[in-house]
């Protein structure tokens, strides 16, 4: 699978998400959230199994978010430290951080 070639899902409940990946069967990759009354997801972990590591996986989720916040107009507080580091990467994201 290249990195082109991912689902991302978003699935929500009343006060939390994730975005996630189906990888294989039994693997998936995540990133969990909590949603803020004001509307703001505040991005709080990101997982990846080791085997897939290193394919641009996680960088897949953060994007389907920044998509959906560009989309939806919210902001995102990052409190993740992969998640962190990507939006010090992207300065083209600072609009959305909360």
């Not at 699935?11 to 990946?21: D, H, L, M, N």
């Not at 505040?42 to 916040?69: C, M, N, S, W, Y």
Request: glycine share 8%.
């Amino acid at each position: 699978m290249s990195e082109g070639d991912y689902t991302v899902k978003r699935e929500e409940g009343p006060t939390r998400g994730r975005y996630v990946i189906a990888l294989a069967p039994g693997a998936e990759a995540e990133m969990t959230y909590k949603k803020s009354e004001d509307g703001m997801i505040i991005i709080d972990h990101t997982g990846v199994p080791p085997e897939f590591e290193g394919r641009g996986i996680a960088l897949q989720l953060v994007k389907a978010a920044i998509a959906d916040a560009r989309a939806q107009n919210f902001k995102i507080k990052p409190v993740c430290p992969y998640v962190v580091v990507q939006f010090r990467r992207h300065p083209d994201w600072s609009d959305l951080l909360a």
